[in-house]
Structure formats: C-alpha cells, structure tokens
C-alpha cells in the first residue's frame, strides 16, 4: 500500500520513478497480487493513468486488464476500473485540458491513430466482444456504463468487424436493446449513442433493432422528452431512427404498418408565438423533418413512398406542415427544410397536391401558398437556399399533375388574367423576363415544369401574348423568349430560355411550326453553333444544337421552307453533320450535368452553378440519340420511317380498337358471371327449399302411417266386439239390425281408407313434382271425403235412433215382466185362499202347474232383459267409439287440408322461381348467342321435353278423373 501512496502522489525519497517504470509495477501487481483488494488498488491506479500515459498503459496493461473481466466478474468495482482505463486507451475523446497537456507530445490525429491501434489489438481476439456483451447484461452501474462506452467507442474505430460479432452472437443485439429500458438515464443515453453506431450502414442490424420494439421505445422516449422542445436526448433519439430507416425500405414498411407515422404529428404542433427559437429546437425539428423526408424520399420504392403520403395526408401531418410553412416567425432553416419536406410529401400525389393548391396564406386578401411561395423564388433579395426550395416544391406541384399544370398554363391566357390580383403565370412572367439572371433560369424552369408530359399546355401557351411596351403591339411569349435569347443576355438567363423552348417545342409539331415561322430564329441559331466561342458559350452551343435537333425530329413538313431535309442540307453546309454531333455533345459532358441527374431537388452550392434541371437532363438522354439518327438518316430512309410510322400507328389505333372492345367484353363478361354467380346462388337457395319440403313431405308420410296404425287398431276393437256379441248368442231382430249397422261402420271405414290411399297418393305425386294435376284431384278427395263423413253422421243417427227404439222395447219387455208378476202374485193370493177352502183341493195340482210356468216365463224374461241390457252397453260403446274415431278423422282430415295447402302454396313459388330462372338462362344463352359464343342447345331440347312431359302428365291426370 505504500507503493501505491508513492504512485498515487505521495513523497517518495529518493529518485522519482519513471511512468512507464510506474505502470509495469502496477501490471506485475495486478498479474501477481492474491488479494483482491491489492488488485483492485492496482487496476485503479492504472486507471488514472491511463489519460496522460496511454500508450504506456496500453502496450503493458491491456492483457492484466481483459484478464480480470474474465477471473474477477464477481466484483463490479474493480470490473468498472478496468473498462474505464480500457475506453481511455481505446477512446480518442479526450478532455480539454488533457488534450491540451498531451499537444507536446501528440496530436489530435495522432490520438485517434493510437485509439484505432489499441481497439484493433483488443478485437483480434472476437471472444473479448462477447464477454463485453455477457457483461453489459449486469445491472450494476460500476460494471455497465463503462461497458457502454468502451463498446462504442469500439464501433467508432472497427465498426464492421464489431458489428459481425454482435450480429452472431445469441442474443447480443436484444442484449443491447435492453440498454434503452434502463431506468438510468445516463445509460439510456448513452445507449442510444451506442445503437447508434451499432446500426449505421448494416441493414441486417438496422432490421433486428426495428423489430426489437425500437420504434415504439424511441418515440415514447422523444414524447416524454418534450418533442421538439427537448433535450439532446430528443436529439440522439432522431439520429438512431434516420439511421433505421434512411435507404432501408424493409424498416420503412413496419414504421408505416405500425402506424408510426401518426405519432410524428404532435412533434409539429408550434405555437403561434415563434419568437425565441432555441439552439436545440431548431436541431430537434431539422431532424423531425428530415425523418419525414426519409418516408417519402423520391428514392424510395413507388409504392412505398405513395402509401407514406397518403398516410400523412390522413393523419394529417401535411396539414401541420403547411401550418408552419405559412407562420410568422419560423427561422429561415426551419422554414427552408419545411418547404423540402412538404415538396416531397405532395410530389406524385395527386390527392396531396389539391390539398396544397387549397392552402392560402393567412393575409389580407388571403393568397394562395403557391403565390406567395413564387414570390419568393423571383425575389433576388431572399436567401439562395429558400428560393432553391421553392423551385422544388413548385417542382414536385406540377410532377404528374396535368390538372395542375393546366390552373397555371390557364393564369397566363389572355381570358383568366384578373388585373387586380397576382398570380402564379404573372410571377413567372416577370421572373423570365427581369433584370436578375437567377429569377430568370428559375422562373424558366419552372414554367418547363408546367409543360412536361403535356401537349394540350404547349399549344395552350402558344396563346399567350405579351405586352412589351405602349404603342407597341403585343408579342407572343415564343417570341419574347427568342428575343431575348438574340440580345446576349446573360449565360445562366440563355440557358434557362433554352431549356424552356426545348421542353416546349418536344413532342409538339405546333410549336415547332410557330418556331420556325419566325424567318430569324434558324439563322440565328446556324450562327450561335457554327461560332468558335469560349468554353463558358459551349453550354449555349449545345442547348442551341439540341433545339434545332428537336426542330428536325418533330417538324411535320408544314413550312416548305423549313422541312426536314432543308434544315439537315442547311445543317451540312453551315455546320457540318461531325461539327454538329459534336457541339451537341457538350451538353451531357458538362461537369454540372451528371450532378443535376442525380436527385431531382436542385443541390448547388452557389447560383453560378445552377445550369441544370433533373427533368431537363432525362429529356436530354432521350432526345440525344434520336436526333443524331435523324441527322445521319437520307431522306429515302425518312420517307420509309414516316409510312413504317403511318403503318405503326394505323395498326396502334386498330389495337386499341381491339383493346376497347375487349375491355367491353371483359366488362360485359364480369357482369355476366356475375349474374351467373347470383343465378347459382339463387338455385342453390331452391334446391335447399326443396330439400326442406321433402323433409317435410316425408314428416307427413310418418303421420299418415301413424294414422294408418291407429285405424287399423280401431277396426280390431270393432271385431271384437261383433265376436262378443255373437258367443253371448243374442239372437233378437234389434241386435241383428245393429250388426248390420256395425257392417256399414266397417264399409265406411274401408271408404275412408281408400280415401286415405288417395290421399297417400297425393303426397306420393307431390314428391314427384308433378303438382299440375293436383288442384283437381284434391278438390275431388276433399269431395268425396265430405260426403263420407256426412253419411257416417246420418249412420250414426240412425243407429242412435235404433238404439232408442231398442231402449223402448226394452222398457216394454219390463212393464210386460211387472205385469207377470203382478199376476202371479194375485195367482199365489188366490191359491192360498182356495186352499183353506175344502172344495178347492182338486185344482190345486193345477195352479201349482200354471205357477211353474209363470215363473220360468219370468226367469226367461229376467235372462233376456240382461242380455238386452249388455247389448245396449256393448253398443253405447261402439258408438262412442265410432264417435271418437270420426272426431279423429275429422281433426287428421283438418291437418292434412293445412299441410296440402301450405306444400301447395310452397310448391306453386318453387314453380315461379324455377320459371324466373329458366326465363334468365334463357336470356343469359340468347345474350351469349348475340356475343358469338357457341351455346349448345341440349339444355333447351330437354327443358322443351320436360314441358312437353308435364302437358301429357296433365292429359292423363284429366282423363283420369274424367273417368274417375
């Protein structure tokens, strides 16, 4: 401990020791020392020597250092130290005072050589990365943040090699993503430097961390930071999410399917008052903007880039932005970069570009956004970079946006001019034609935009007339622009009016015929490419070839003067063809050309550079080769190409023809399935109707073999009866004429059965389908069944009223036995009173004689009236029999007139839909038939046999019943 007081400053006797004699101490103590607390002493003097002996450290140490994270894990102190004095050795950030002490010995480039040196000495063993990551996994803070910042500050110096490692090892980007959900926030912090640097350039990275959940954590994060009014954080936040997203479409697509884009909304909402903009805010939105841009980048795939903008659109995020496009207040960068992001977020939008149309600014009269936006571009005191924007969103308003070009084109005729307000076409004009050559090219390009890709604007501005001066008549805006081209105006003016007649007079024989009708301009022009000028005038030489080019590619031979093969023999005896090949040449070997074809946002340092248009430079790449064709080419090889151009569009026109009455025909045919798939539809819903009525139909069978049971039941308990009645051996007249009633009951109820037979029948034919004949039949079984049960009731009254004419004989047969016996008693009186008489003893033998048969008379009587008394019973309950077997019937009969009804009804729909729809395939087949398609008529043939089937099931089912 000594040793290291004297280390650490304490007074040492004697001679000093040197650092490097210092550091190889402390190593061989580290390396050597059994006690953990002497290590530790040790790394943490090494510690604090590392900033101002570095490389000494570095050469002795770094071993002992990667040594104890590997053996000493255990303790997180002493793990700190060691990847403390492993970042100051490896880091180049050094502070500014140390920095200032070490400028004796070393530079600051210098230092950041030494840094590379000592990180790719630590990465050439990949096992040092992984205990560097299993490490960041504890929660410690001695042990973590070190570790943070030792890992970037090693992605700082071998980024790609650090980057594989992580990429391969289990988990290790996931590991690193925790970092961001650490509730200290100075490791937060400086996580988010570290995934920063982690992902930049990798995209197999840069998707790992997106689908980590990086998007959601880093918003939530800007959002409790403030938004725009936060911190550095804020900051760091927007860096790592421009590079998960910046040219990597796989991220861009998750941030807009996550509905990222909504949450960037609240990060535009300024206030009204503007004044006091911080340092920071300023970054912050610059960064947010950017963030935008990097959605929508005219880079990015098509369809990605049109589904951000339509996104923002409805979210409405463009409608922030043009909030603060049109605020007061807004500081030149802010207001310059939001004007970048709204171009690109209307650029190809059609549905966004009517929405900026519509935006006025907040003025009194209100104007619109676009006017006050072109009074900027043409205003030469506004800064360059602001009046560069301006051209871009003017730009990417009239990118593929005729209606748009139109509403300008249309500012500019002589009908729509309103004296009393400005507009976009007046801006433009008195842009072209002002004193300052930047409004001009600026004013001139733009006004090219607003005739690219459409011909009815060329021939529309062909109308535009100028008055140049009082007194003087007006002037077309084609011959102002070559006026002023013959005056030698300035180069950067010139060549904005050429880039603007060669973008008029491409694809438009109209124009070119109007061009050419001024005797001056062809001379003119001869002159300007046939001149030996500087190199700044070979620009203009170029511009000049490639307009007369256009002039001989597109001239319909109008002018007899100026047809094609007098302006290419002029060309040969003027210029000559090698001459002028080569002087259009110069245009795509300037050195600003292929910087302009680049990126379509105009990107110049000064305005002296600002020579080129994107869209210029595509129009120049399709018209060079062409017109260099068109000079080399005989007027014999012309005559061909113009009637192989007749034949071509003749047989173009024919195809389109074509084209048309096929998409008539694939209309038609989409309706026709479509009908077709509504037809099935329909039959597939009757045949599961008809498949619930033969359900049905089959319920009713079941019931009618149910009642079939219950009758036949019934007549069995009638039989029995009758067998009862004859053992009993009654023989009476009453009694057989109540059998021979009950053999009529039996007769009827054979009748009913029958009836019912046909009624069986009925639902049979109704199964069938052939319900034609039913109304008929059913109308005579319901006759006949009425009538049946009308006779079983005059039968039933019959057999009432003879069983009450029975009742009297019975009631008489009993008066008759009262009689009797009432005589037998005044016999037995008279017996007794002639046997006390002596003289009646000879005809007691007598009496006795006529008593006995008086009684067996009664006897006999008494046997009769009992049996006369059961047959009345047996047949008070057959009628009540019989009486509950009609009620039976009736109330079967009933149900079976419903259930007939309903399958009728039921039936007679399933007929009219079956006619609709036979009615509409038939239609379908005649529409066919009309179109040409072949439709084979066996389906007609058998719908014709099927009708023909029916009318002949008809005449039979008449000739039935009229026999019947």
């Not at 996550?258 to 300024?270: A, D, L, N």
């Not at 009453?734 to 054979?750: A, G, M």
């Not at 047959?871 to 029999?881: C, N, R």
Request: glycine share 4%.
């Amino acid at each position: 401990m000594n040793f290291l007081r004297g280390v650490m400053g304490g007074q040492a006797t004697g001679s000093q020791p040197s650092g490097a004699e210092t550091i190889h101490k402390l190593c061989d103590r580290v390396a050597s020392s059994t006690l953990l607390d002497d290590r530790r002493d040790a790394v943490r003097a090494l510690k604090s020597l590392s900033k101002k002996y570095r490389v000494e450290v570095g050469n002795q140490a770094m071993d002992q250092l990667i040594h104890v994270l590997k053996t000493d894990r255990s303790d997180s102190e002493i793990i700190g130290y060691a990847l403390d004095t492993l970042y100051n050795i490896v880091s180049s950030d050094l502070e500014e005072e140390e920095q200032a002490d070490s400028e004796e010995e070393n530079t600051t480039k210098h230092s950041d050589d030494v840094g590379s040196q000592f990180a790719e000495i630590f990465m050439k063993d990949q096992e040092n990365v992984t205990l560097l990551l299993s490490i960041l996994e504890e929660f410690d803070f001695h042990a973590r943040w070190p570790g943070v910042k030792l890992l970037t500050a090693l992605l700082k110096h071998q980024g790609s090699q650090v980057q594989q490692i992580i990429l391969v090892s289990p988990m290790g980007v996931s590991r690193l993503m925790d970092l961001l959900a650490d509730s200290r926030e100075v490791i937060r912090n400086d996580g988010l430097l570290l995934l920063q640097q982690l992902a930049k350039g990798n995209a197999a990275i840069q998707k790992i961390v997106a689908f980590e959940n990086a998007f959601e954590r880093l918003l939530d994060i800007i959002t409790e930071e403030g938004n725009s009014d936060g911190g550095i954080v804020v900051e760091d936040c927007l860096l790592l999410l421009n590079n998960l997203l910046k040219n990597n479409n796989s991220n861009q697509n998750f941030f807009k399917e996550g509905s990222y884009i909504q949450r960037m909304k609240p990060w535009f909402e300024v206030g009204d008052d503007n004044s006091g903009w911080s340092a920071q805010k300023v970054t912050n939105l610059h960064l947010m903007l950017q963030l935008v841009r990097v959605l929508v980048s005219p880079v990015n795939p098509p369809g990605a880039t049109s589904s951000c903008q339509k996104t923002m659109f409805q979210c409405g995020l463009l409608q922030q932005l043009c909030t603060i496009l049109m605020a007061t207040g807004v500081p030149a960068d802010i207001l310059t970069e939001t004007i970048n992001t709204v171009s690109e977020v209307i650029r190809g939008s059609q549905t966004n570009q009517d929405y900026f149309a519509s935006v006025s600014a907040p003025s009194n009269p209100p104007r619109p956004a676009i006017v006050v936006l072109l009074m900027s571009m043409v205003n030469e005191r506004q800064p360059f970079v602001l009046r560069c924007a301006v051209l871009y969103c003017f730009q990417c308003f009239l990118y593929k946006n005729q209606k748009g070009q139109g509403e300008i084109v249309a500012t500019l005729l002589p009908s729509t001019i309103d004296a009393n307000s400005i507009s976009a076409g007046q801006l433009l004009c008195g842009g072209l034609f002002s004193q300052d050559s930047l409004s001009n090219w600026c004013a001139a390009v733009a006004l090219a935009h607003a005739l690219l890709e459409n011909s009815t604007q060329k021939e529309q501005l062909l109308r535009v007339q100028l008055a140049t001066s009082l007194g003087n008549p007006p002037v077309s805006l084609l011959q102002q622009c070559t006026n002023i081209l013959s005056q030698g105006s300035k180069v950067q003016t010139r060549v904005g009016l050429l880039m603007l007649l060669c973008t008029w007079l491409s694809n438009c024989p109209i124009a070119v015929m109007h061009f050419l009708h001024n005797q001056a301009n062809v001379p003119f022009l001869t002159a300007q490419i046939s001149e030996n000028l500087s190199e700044d005038e070979h620009l203009v030489q170029g511009l000049c070839a490639l307009l007369l080019g256009i002039c001989i590619y597109f001239n319909d031979n109008s002018l007899e003067n100026y047809t094609k093969e007098k302006l290419k023999q002029l060309i040969e005896k003027r210029i000559g063809k090698e001459n002028f090949i080569e002087k259009l040449g110069y245009i795509s070997k300037h050195e600003l050309y292929s910087k302009a074809g680049q990126k379509p946002q105009p990107s110049f340092s000064t305005p002296e550079q600002m020579l080129f248009d994107h869209e210029f430079t595509k129009l120049v790449k399709e018209l060079e080769v062409l017109i260099i064709k068109s000079i080399h080419k005989s007027s014999e090889d012309e005559k061909k190409e113009e009637e192989v151009k007749k034949t071509l569009e003749q047989h173009d026109s024919i195809v389109t023809q074509y084209k048309e009455l096929i998409r008539e025909q694939d209309t038609q045919i989409n309706e026709l399935n479509q009908q077709v798939m509504s037809l099935t539809s329909q039959n597939e819903h009757l045949q599961s109707s008809v498949m619930q009525q033969q359900l049905q139909i089959q319920q009713h069978k079941d019931q009618y073999n149910l009642l079939k049971v219950q009758l036949g039941k019934d007549s069995h308990h009638h039989n029995s009866h009758n067998e009862t009645v004859q053992v009993n051996g009654i023989q009476s007249e009453e009694v057989c004429s109540l059998r021979e009633q009950v053999e009529d009951l039996k007769k009827q109820t054979e009748i009913l059965k029958g009836q019912l037979e046909e009624r069986d029948y009925v639902i049979e034919s109704l199964h069938s389908g052939q319900l034609a004949v039913m109304p008929r039949e059913q109308t005579a079984s319901d006759g006949i069944t009425e009538d049946q049960t009308s006779h079983l009731r005059k039968e039933l009254e019959s057999l009432q009223s003879q069983l009450q004419s029975q009742s009297a004989q019975i009631s008489k047969l009993q008066n008759e036995k009262r009689e009797l016996r009432h005589k037998l008693e005044k016999a037995t009186a008279a017996t007794s009173s002639a046997s006390g008489d002596s003289g009646g003893t000879a005809n007691s033998s007598d009496s006795e004689v006529k008593i006995l048969g008086l009684k067996k008379d009664v006897d006999r009587l008494k046997e009769d009236v009992k049996a006369l008394t059961e047959s009345k019973a047996s047949m008070e309950q057959q009628l009540a029999s019989a009486n509950s077997t009609i009620a039976i019937l009736q109330t079967d009969k009933s149900k079976l007139q419903t259930e007939l009804s309903e399958s009728k009804k039921e039936q007679d729909d399933l007929l009219v839909l079956l006619a609709d729809q036979d009615q509409k395939i038939l239609a379908l087949k005649s529409r066919l038939k009309e179109l040409g398609e072949p439709v084979d008529d066996e389906d007609e043939m058998e719908s014709g046999d099927q009708d023909d089937d029916v009318d002949d099931s008809h005449g039979d089912d008449d000739e039935e019943d009229e026999q019947s």
